[in-house]
């Protein structure tokens, strides 16, 4: 394991090397002993995955390969990233997080407790590139969410408790809770009654 600053790993971890803990952010390159990465108990990293300093990851913790996580990100309990994804930099992630493979997650992106996130979706966070105009707001998605395969999310929107958004959509606007956006750019629809309140 290749190790950059001071890092906390818990109990149990199961470490497929080559992983990379505390790489430094641009503005700690030339520094040493801050602070690294802090992963809780009975992580299990896979080989490829890099952790940037200042990064706080809960417990029980599963990367898949080559996973990227940059710096000032918080995670929670009991997620798993899959392989080949990026979660960018001052990124929250809450409790039950499931991130499916090759998936984009950028910077000041807000992702609550029981999400799902299907493979190749993107988030994006800069609505008028390269200008960034009005700056950069990662999307929000709140409890519960579910995000189909090859989505694509806007900056600033906002995904509500127990939203469903089907596979291949783009999503341009906020979405209520509990409810349904499918197509492009992506309509809202009630929930199929055969998946009720979520």
């Given at each position: 394991?290749?190790?950059?600053?001071?890092?906390?790993?818990?109990?149990?971890?199961?470490?497929?090397?080559?992983?990379?803990?505390?790489?430094?952010?641009?503005?700690?390159?030339?520094?040493?002993?801050?602070?690294?990465?802090?992963?809780?108990?009975?992580?299990?990293?896979?080989?490829g995955?890099?952790?940037?300093?200042?990064?706080?990851?809960?417990?029980?913790?599963?990367?898949?390969?080559?996973?990227?996580?940059?710096?000032?990100?918080?995670?929670?309990?009991?997620?798993?990233?899959?392989?080949?994804?990026?979660?960018?930099?001052?990124?929250?992630?809450?409790?039950?997080?499931?991130?499916?493979?090759?998936?984009?997650?950028?910077?000041?992106?807000?992702?609550?407790?029981?999400?799902?996130?299907?493979?190749?979706?993107?988030?994006?966070?800069?609505?008028?590139?390269?200008?960034?105009?009005?700056?950069?707001?990662?999307?929000?998605?709140?409890?519960g969410?579910?995000?189909?395969?090859?989505?694509?999310?806007?900056?600033?929107?906002?995904?509500?408790?127990?939203?469903?958004?089907?596979?291949?959509?783009?999503?341009?606007?906020?979405i209520?809770?509990?409810?349904?956006a499918?197509?492009?750019?992506?309509?809202?629809?009630?929930?199929p009654?055969?998946?009720?309140?979520?």
């Amino acid at each position: 394991m290749i190790q950059y600053g001071i890092n906390t790993l818990g109990d149990g971890a199961q470490i497929f090397e080559p992983v990379t803990l505390g790489f430094p952010s641009r503005d700690k390159i030339n520094e040493s002993g801050f602070t690294g990465s802090t992963i809780g108990d009975r992580a299990i990293l896979r080989s490829g995955t890099i952790i940037y300093c200042d990064v706080s990851i809960g417990d029980d913790f599963s990367s898949g390969h080559n996973v990227l996580i940059r710096e000032r990100t918080r995670i929670g309990d009991r997620v798993s990233i899959g392989t080949a994804s990026i979660i960018e930099g001052r990124t929250t992630i809450g409790n039950d997080v499931n991130i499916q493979s090759l998936v984009y997650i950028p910077t000041n992106t807000m992702i609550g407790n029981h999400v799902f996130i299907g493979p190749n979706t993107v988030l994006t966070n800069d609505r008028y590139p390269p200008s960034r105009t009005g700056g950069l707001e990662g999307p929000r998605l709140s409890d519960g969410a579910a995000i189909g395969a090859n989505v694509t999310i806007l900056p600033g929107v906002c995904i509500g408790k127990g939203a469903l958004i089907a596979a291949g959509a783009i999503v341009t606007k906020d979405i209520p809770s509990h409810k349904l956006a499918i197509g492009a750019p992506a309509k809202i629809r009630e929930l199929p009654k055969a998946m009720g309140t979520r």
